[in-house]
């Protein structure tokens, strides 16, 4: 009997220990498996995008083209009689005023002609007095008979000859004062001297070169040229009878990036359009009192030709050209994005105009396009973005 339960007790204790076994593995297995299970990701934020909402303006249209700066008039300083080269009576580069004397040619040949033909005239006088007296004196002789009429025909041909041999002197003694006035070479315009050519003792004449240019620079010149269409767009606007607007005024672009002070105006146009270029030469002016400008001068001629009034003008990164068509991202309500088809118009600087296809108070995007696919929701942002914020990721 006592051998019995003790068998029990030892069946029990088995029992109860195997018991603890299976639920201690049974916890391990919860508990294992509730620590391997993995949470549920959280949904990621949508994209963030700059955008741009458009708002209609009135957009000044500018052209620019390559302009060449000129004096009003360049004139080129010859000698017109041949001499030798006394002396050089202006400051290279200094003003000059109409009139100034700039060379001196050596004047003494020149005198010495106009001496002799002062003297022939002088000699040709006396013998139209002489054979004057003869006509008077042999006029009433040949009616009397007391000469033959043949020699007072003679007196009178000689006086009539006499007479011609002195407006043929007046002539000569004409020539030969221009000539000694050609000896002092003067400017024949106010303006800004250049270099000289030649130097003092050279001999100089109508064949040799340039003396030196004076050329006056107030207002100066602009040549630039235009294409036909600008040309045509010009003339619809500012010169036809429909319409009475004034040309617009003239900027000039210097070739340090400054803009010239003064503004200025249209002057002419060239008669015809190039057959090579297909350009028209445009001429404007501009004030110079300072002679800052100087011929030879390049520059970028700017004006404003037209305005388009309430136009909608986004940068060129927001457009995409797809095989002749443009595209734009927007983004509409619930920042939903979709991609709309539109009409560029004119391109100015770095924006398109749009045409159609989009209008007031939408959201261009103009940042993130890439990140911005058709029918995803986005997180807009301003463009462009503060300067104080951190670059968008």
């Known amino acids: ?11 029990i204790a088995e029992v109860t220990q195997r018991l603890v076994t299976y639920l201690t593995v049974a916890l391990a297995l919860f508990i294992f498996g509730t620590g391997c299970k993995k949470k549920k990701p959280p949904p990621p934020a949508p994209p963030e995008v700059q955008v741009l909402t458009l708002t209609a303006t009135n957009l000044p249209i ?11 008039v360049n004139a080129q300083i010859r000698a017109q009689v041949t001499g030798y080269l006394l002396t050089q009576n202006y400051a290279e580069g200094n003003k000059v005023k109409a009139g100034q004397p700039l060379f001196q040619i050596d004047p003494r040949p020149f005198q010495a002609t106009l001496d002799q033909a002062t003297a022939r005239l002088a000699q ?9 007296l003869d006509v008077e004196r042999f006029t009433p002789l040949a009616k009397d008979k007391a000469i033959s009429q043949q020699q007072l025909d003679d007196s009178v041909q000689s006086l009539n000859a006499a007479q011609a041999a002195i407006k043929a002197d007046q002539a000569t003694i004409e020539n030969a004062t221009l000539n000694l006035g050609f000896t002092k070479i003067i400017s024949p315009v106010d303006g800004l001297a250049g270099l000289a050519q030649v130097q003092i003792g050279d001999l100089v ?6 003396l030196t240019t004076v050329s006056a620079l107030n207002p100066m010149k602009v040549y630039f040229q235009v294409n036909e269409q600008s040309y045509l767009a010009f003339w ?21 990036g400054s803009t010239y002070p003064e503004k200025g105006k249209f002057y002419f146009a060239d008669r015809q359009v190039s057959i090579d270029t297909g350009t028209l030469q445009i001429v404007g002016l501009f004030s110079n009192e300072n002679f800052m400008l100087r011929p030879g001068q390049y ?15 986004v940068p060129q990164r927001a457009v995409a050209e797809l095989q002749g068509s443009y595209q734009v991202t927007v983004v509409g309500e619930s920042n939903k ?10 391109q100015v600087g770095t924006d398109w105009v749009i045409a159609d296809g989009l209008k007031p108070g939408e959201r261009v995007v103009v940042e993130g396009t890439l990140k911005a696919k058709a029918g995803t929701v986005v997180n807009p942002k301003p463009w462009p973005a503060p300067t104080n914020a951190p670059p968008a990721k």
């Open 236 to 256: 619809r606007q500012f010169i036809s009878p429909e319409n009475s607007n004034s040309a617009p005024p003239l900027d000039l672009i210097l070739s340090d």
């Open 205 to 210: 004449g109508p064949s040799s070169a340039v």
């Open 62 to 72: 500018f052209q620019e083209w390559i302009g060449t700066l000129d004096g009003f």
């Open 124 to 132: 040709d006088q006396a013998q139209v007095e002489k054979n004057r």
């Open 299 to 313: 520059s970028r001629v700017r004006a404003q030709t037209q305005t388009i009034t309430n136009a909608l003008v």
């Open 1 to 11: 009997m006592a051998g019995n339960g003790k068998a029990t007790i030892c069946r």
């Open 337 to 346: 994005v979709n991609v709309v088809s539109v009409k560029v118009g004119q």
